[in-house]
Nanobody, 126 residues
């Protein structure tokens, strides 16, 4: 098990940018895929972006493709979600999680992730 802690959320105007961080308590990125998810008020949690072990594959939800990027800093045990050209619909609590099974190419299925962080709130204003 690994502890994950998200940070970097806040209030941003539409069209602006934010960078979220997910700090892991142990070295894990070389073995496990990491994912970012979000949950808007009244909606189910949904996949946003993922990165496979050692960054070999990155993948995004269609709703954020071209606007968000994901990358890792292995020295800092941190995975980042860079959010650009933000829209009102990006308002949500954002979570990071680690895939349950190591050495897979990554999945968008929320049930395949565990070790969830506490979340960081993002609000996009008009």
């Amino acid at each position: 098990q690994v502890q994950l802690a998200e940070s970097g959320g806040g209030l941003v105007q539409a069209g602006g940018s934010l960078r979220l961080s997910c700090a892991a308590s142990a070295r894990t990125f070389s073995s496990y895929s990491m994912g970012w998810f979000r949950q808007a008020p009244g909606k189910e949690r949904e996949f946003v972006a993922g990165i496979s072990p050692s960054g070999g594959r990155i993948y995004f939800a269609d709703s954020v493709k071209g606007r968000f990027s994901i990358f890792e800093d292995n020295a800092e045990n941190t995975v980042y979600l860079q959010m650009d050209s933000m829209i009102l619909e990006d308002t949500a609590v954002y979570y990071c999680a680690r895939e349950r099974i190591p050495y897979r190419l990554g999945t968008v299925s929320i049930t395949e992730y565990e070790d969830w962080g506490q979340g960081t709130e993002v609000t996009v204003s008009s």
